[in-house]
């Protein structure tokens, strides 16, 4: 099970659309970030989130963190085939020592 | 270019055979982070160290082991290595504890 679920897993969809993306957990965590991971390299960080209810702006990503600190989203405006790649969202977890967690993700096809 | 060094890219051996990964961290950062990708887990973490000392642990396998030097790059250890090890393993790395990551382009491993 993992502490943060991403949704959907998997989206496809055309150049200029508009899209959202989920990550929820039952825990409440002190901030989210947000990261890309494009084919062959590793995740790069787009963002983290810190106070409940903060909303965050790079460009046409748009990322929220939620009033309880237990869920965040990212949502993209007028999607470039540049967007594609995997979408992670990841936190600070003490146990077992302090750790960064990761969830599965959601792939993101942007066709031209 | 995250400033994280991971060597070798690609890893190609058999079961039952024992690899090492190395990874340097970007100039100044003290944590070194070890995470295992593969398709059905997702990225999940596996150890990290500070300053040449274990800080945290999750799910890493016993065959499995890592360490920190003085010059504060890290190694990471499979033994007895099973087909189901396939994956392609992290370095990434923090100036301190559980802030923002930056991760190396991974080393593919393939058990043959």
């Known amino acids: 099970t993992q502490l943060l679920e991403q949704s959907p897993q998997f989206l496809s969809i055309q150049e200029g659309e508009n899209l959202t993306v989920y990550c929820n957990s039952s825990?409440?965590?002190?901030?989210l970030q947000w990261y890309r991971q494009e084919p062959g390299e590793g995740p790069v960080l787009l963002v983290t989130?810190?106070?409940?209810?903060e909303v965050k702006k790079l460009k046409r990503l748009t990322f929220q963190f939620g009033d309880a600190r237990k869920d965040s989203s990212l949502h993209i405006t007028a999607a470039q085939p540049g967007d594609t790649g995997l979408y992670l969202c990841?936190?600070?977890?003490?146990?077992?020592?302090?750790?960064?967690?990761f969830g599965a993700g959601t792939r993101l096809f942007v066709k031209a | 270019d995250s400033g994280v060094t991971q060597t070798p890219k690609h890893l190609i051996t058999a079961t039952g055979q024992r690899v090492t990964l190395r990874c340097s961290p970007r100039?100044?950062?003290?944590?070194v982070y070890w995470y295992q990708q593969s398709l059905d887990q997702g990225l999940q973490f596996l150890i990290q160290?500070?300053?040449?000392?274990?800080?945290a642990k999750g799910n890493i396998l016993e065959r499995f082991s890592a360490q920190q030097f003085p010059d504060l790059h890290s190694e990471l250890n499979l033994s007895s290595l099973e087909l189901g090890d396939s994956a392609l393993y992290f370095c990434?790395?923090?100036?301190?504890?559980?802030?923002?990551?930056?991760f190396g382009s991974g080393t593919q491993l393939s058990v043959l």
């Open positions: 100039s100044g950062d003290l944590s």
């Open positions: 989130v810190v106070t409940g209810g």
């Open positions: 825990s409440v965590f002190s901030s």
């Open positions: 990434a790395s923090s100036v301190g504890v559980a802030e923002k990551l930056f």
């Open positions: 160290y500070y300053n040449g000392e274990e800080r």
């Open positions: 990841a936190g600070p977890k003490n146990t077992g020592g302090f750790k960064t967690i």
